[in-house]
């Protein structure tokens, strides 16, 4: 058990991978703060009172849901690329565009969201 | 590199075993999540949702439609939001989510758990965590 990498923390973080090594990194993040923070969410709707209520406020902060909004924007999006891209094996050579497309299509609409989220919390 | 052909062996040469099997999973229950999510967005709007929620609570009803997550707003009567059409759409999407966000979890621990001991250790906790999730969500789904 444990980590075993060939090379020291500071020569991965150089490591440039460019577009598709950010967006491996941003999926992973995504799906794991989504398995952390909805199995919460989960939790505390089911055990209720003080500790779902206080849970379920943080849960509602307008930061945590900008958070949470990218979290599952990023891994649906970047999940639907992969999914397309594996199922029709010929695109692979063009992963690079699509993880272009891909920011197109992130971009705007998680700016719209996060515009909503603040113009709420803003009353 | 550009010019590389794709090369792509058929099923049946290739072999199904489970990891090939939740590879394909993983891809297919994104989809499914998917034709759900639109779903419940679409039956949102046909119930209504246009004249009595936001747009951030559609979107809250769309990742998962459960009648909590409308109580809030200005629906004024939400009957025909908890129908037991309503509780297994959103029951179908709690079970597709567990499923692909505990093999994702696995599939995170196995780049950095390698002992063979370790990972059968992953893989009961996944199970256990599986089953329990699964469990919890379908209680609070069905009670709320």
Known sequence: MGLKRNV???TALRYKGQGPML??????IGGLGMAIFITMHILAS?????TGAFLN???ENWLFQ??????VLFHAINGLRITIVDLFPRLIPHEREAIWVEWAVFIPLFAIAVFVIIRTAGG | MATTKSRTLPLSKRGLNFEMFMWLFTRLSALGMYAIILFAILGAL???ARNEMSFADVLRWGFMPNVTHVQNTNVSDTAPWSTPFWRLTASALLLLAVAHGVHGLVVIADDYIVSTRGRQI???LSIIMMASMSLIGLYVLWTS
């Open chain 1, 8 to 10: 020291s923390l500071a």
């Open chain 1, 23 to 28: 967006t491996f990194v941003l999926h992973r």
């Open chain 1, 46 to 50: 089911f055990v209720g009172g003080k």
């Open chain 1, 57 to 59: 406020n943080f849960y």
């Open chain 1, 66 to 71: 900008i958070f949470i909004f990218f979290c």
């Open chain 2, 46 to 48: 046909y119930m209504g």
């Open chain 2, 122 to 124: 992953v893989r009961l």
